[in-house]
Every structure is written in C-alpha cells, then in structure tokens.
C-alpha cells in the first residue's frame, strides 16, 4: 500500500502519511466481516471527502488561531463552522449516493468538487473578513485600556464605544465600560475627600472616606492602581490631621514619643511634617526641664531627662549638645564647688590662726595723769575673731618719748564675754609716771575661744 500523493508505502493501520502528511484514503471491502482498508488509490467518493475535509481542518485552524485572542469574538464564525459541516454532509450524501449506484460519471465528480470548493473559498474569506473585525476591536480595546491606565477615561470610553458598534454582542467591551465608569466614579469621591480635609472639616471627610473604601473593596484590577494609591493617601492624611489635633494638648515626652511611634510607621510630606512638630516638641519640653534643673544645680536629674527624651529620639544631634551642655555646667559648678572649698578651707585656716594668735586688736588708749603724778591707762580692745572669746588678759607695755620701757603689767578685760567684732576695755595705773607723754603697747594677750 502506498500514498497516491507521494508513492510512500504505509502501514495498515496509518491514517495519515509519514512523510508528506497528507490523509490516505480508503474503500470498503465486502467479504466475511466489513472492515476498512486505506489503500493508495483513491475513490471518487474518498477524493471528494479529502478535498472536504481538508477545507474544514484548514476553517478549524482558523477558528483556533481566532479562538485563541478571546473566544467571545468568534462566536459569529463559530456559526460558519457549523455551516461547513452542513457542506461536509451535503458531500457525504453525494458519496452515499454513487455508492447505491452502479457508477458516478467524472463530469459529476468533477462540478461537485467544483462546488465544494467554492464553499471553502466562500467560507476562508468569510473567516478573513471576521478575523479582521475582531483584530479591529481587539485593538481598539487595546488603545482604550492604555488610555484608561493614563487615566483619559473619556478617550477610553469613546474607543470601547466604536468597538461596540463593531461587535455588540461581545460582553467584554461592556464590562470594560462599567469599570471605567465605577473608576470615575471613585475618582469624583475621592476629590471630595481630599476637599473636605483641605477645609479641615475632619469628620466629613472621614465618612466620605469610609464610602469611597465600601466602595473601592475588592477591586484588584490593574486600572485601580492609581485610585489605591490616592486611597492610601487619603488614608493617611485624615490619620495625620487626627494626629495633628491632638498634638496641642500633649505636654509630657512619655505622651509625644507614643505619638511620634505612630507617626514613623506613616508615609507622605504630611507624615514627615507633623514628624518634625513632635520632634521639635520633644525638644522643647526637654529643653525646658533641664534649664529648670541645672539652675536648681540637679545636674543628674536632669542627664536622665535627656536620657528618657532620647529613648523616643535615638541619636538626636540637639538633645546630645543639650546634653553636653549639662555635663559643662556640671563640671563648671563642681571645679568652682572645689574652688570655693578650697578658700573656705583657707579661710577657715587664717581664721583659725586669727583666732588662736590674734584675737584682740587694741584700737584706742585714753591717758590720764593726776595732780600726783600717776598715770592711768584705759585701753579699748576689740575682738576680731570668728568666734566668741572670753577670760580675756592683756600684758602692756609703757615707754616714754624716748622710746625706753618704763613700765608693764597685765590688765583684765571686760567684760568677760566678747561676741565677735565687740569690743572690750582694760584699765591700769602706772605710778610716778610724771608724764603723760607716753606709749602704751599691748605686749600680748590671752583669751579662751567659745
């Protein structure tokens, strides 16, 4: 057995030829039992259903190359496939009838291939002129998903309106319609929001927002993209405006970092601003409180301020410089603390030394001489010590114009007790001075410190 195309033989069971595809033909054989045999020589009948059949496999293609855009569009070619199958039966009846008959003359033969052909030739440029009308509102459909992704949603409406008119029953094209104008729609709400939080009316906005998400919930189609992001921006400016008008009445850190951790995990220039207003609060507050105690010289008090203010503002430049301005002051006072220790503990010393070696100062003496020649002394002393002093003794000394000794003695003060810088008086008599043109010098003096 071998193909009447190309001499190739086949096996028994071979439907179509190995080398050059074309299907092998076959007649019946009656005998015991009716079976089919593909034989290389074709019937008339066999070539007539050959020529058939290759038309509808060569429609079929078509069809599935169509098919595979979007099979809602060959629904009309659909309708011209069954229409060839009409003509396949229409041959199939022509071979049935040269079957019950004696024989079929080629002229016959010949007109109905003739007219078999010319239904494929009909029906391949029907499925071209369908091809091109659906490649025609494919790319129409194409041109309006790019205007509408653009966001030109008339553009894109007046293009899926010209593919309608092209292919009026094709739901896609609807379908399309009815989501661009949904997308419009949440466009329009969502204008409306963005007014009422630039008019600040917060509670509008906030039930406006809530409509616009009821509305945008489930919607996962790429057109939707942009409306999702202005959403989430919308989103997120109610939630900063919240924020703001709280903002005012918080006073302490504790309340403002809490604050401020809400406001790190929001994006947008909104977010980052009133960021900012929190930090600049932080700050202030802190500032504040430290002045206040390094003034009250709490200088630890006031690095654990700044350490909690910085627990909420890691790494903060101005709360480390304020810092630093603490640890200065600090080390300001201690340096003039130990200065000042210092001196006092000098001072301490001289007094001490004052107190122990000169605490009583003669500042005046009154010098009487009588008709009998003797000379009383009254002296005035006065203690200049740091402490009360008392038993307080004078020893003096007198000397005469010439500077010679003429006389000494030890005199008592009084009174017995001298607060400090009080003064005190002694009084002694020099006999037979004959003159009062004398000096009198306090020698030394001895005292008890209280």
């Avoid at 028994?12 to 190995?18: E, N, Q």
């Avoid at 949603?153 to 379908?175: C, G, H, I, Q, V």
């Avoid at 930090?279 to 002045?291: A, P, Q």
């Avoid at 101005?318 to 603390?337: G, H, I, M």
Wanted: a negative charge.
């Amino acid at each position: 057995m071998y193909c009447h195309h190309c001499i190739r033989s086949f096996a028994d069971d071979a439907v179509f030829c190995s080398q050059c595809g074309r299907r092998l033909h076959a007649h019946k054989v009656i005998g015991a039992e009716e079976k089919t045999i593909w034989t290389g020589v074709p019937s008339e009948e066999a070539d007539l259903k050959a020529e058939q059949n290759g038309l509808n496999e060569a429609a079929q293609a078509a069809v599935d190359t169509i098919e595979g855009g979007n099979k809602e569009q060959v629904a009309i070619i659909r309708r011209a496939e069954l229409e060839a199958a009409a003509g396949n039966a229409a041959v199939e009846a022509v071979g049935r009838k040269a079957r019950s008959e004696t024989g079929i003359s080629w002229g016959t033969a010949a007109a109905l291939s003739v007219l078999a052909l010319g239904m494929a030739v009909s029906l391949y440029f029907y499925y071209q002129y369908e091809q091109s009308i659906n490649e025609r509102v494919l790319k129409l459909q194409s041109d309006a998903k790019v205007s509408a992704m653009s966001g030109d949603y008339n553009k894109a409406l007046d293009l899926l309106t010209d593919a309608s008119a092209e292919r009026p029953d094709f739901a896609a094209l609807a379908a399309d319609q009815a989501i661009i104008h949904h997308v419009m729609k949440l466009e329009g709400m969502a204008a409306d929001v963005e007014g009422q939080l630039l008019s600040g009316n917060i509670i509008e906005a906030e039930e406006l927002l809530d409509k616009l998400k009821s509305d945008f919930n489930g919607h996962k189609e790429p057109i939707y993209g942009k409306l999702r992001e202005k959403l989430e921006g919308l989103d997120m400016k109610l939630t900063v405006l919240n924020l703001e008008s709280e903002l005012d009445s918080l006073t302490n850190v504790k309340d403002l970092g809490e604050m401020l951790n809400v406001v790190n995990g929001l994006a947008g220039e909104d977010a980052s601003t009133l960021q900012e207003q929190i930090v600049n609060r932080i700050r202030t507050i802190t500032s504040d409180k430290v002045e206040d105690l390094i003034h009250k010289r709490k200088y630890t008090n006031a690095l654990e301020s700044i350490g909690y203010a910085s627990t909420w503002l890691k790494d903060d430049a101005v709360l480390k410089e304020l810092s630093e301005d603490v640890k200065n002051a600090q080390q300001r006072y201690e340096q003039a603390e130990q200065q000042r220790i210092e001196q006092a503990m000098q001072r301490a010393a001289e007094e001490d030394l004052v107190n122990q070696t000169a605490a009583v100062k003669q500042i005046d003496v009154d010098l009487t001489l009588d008709e009998f020649g003797d000379l009383t002394i009254e002296g005035t002393l006065m203690n200049v010590a740091t402490r009360p002093i008392y038993s307080i003794k004078v020893n003096y000394i007198v000397k005469n114009s010439a500077g010679e000794k003429i006389a000494e003695g030890t005199a008592d003060a009084t009174p017995n007790y001298v607060e400090p810088g009080e003064e005190m008086t002694y009084t002694a008599t020099v006999y037979g001075a004959q003159t009062d043109q004398v000096t009198v010098e306090m020698d030394h003096a001895t005292w008890y410190l209280d």
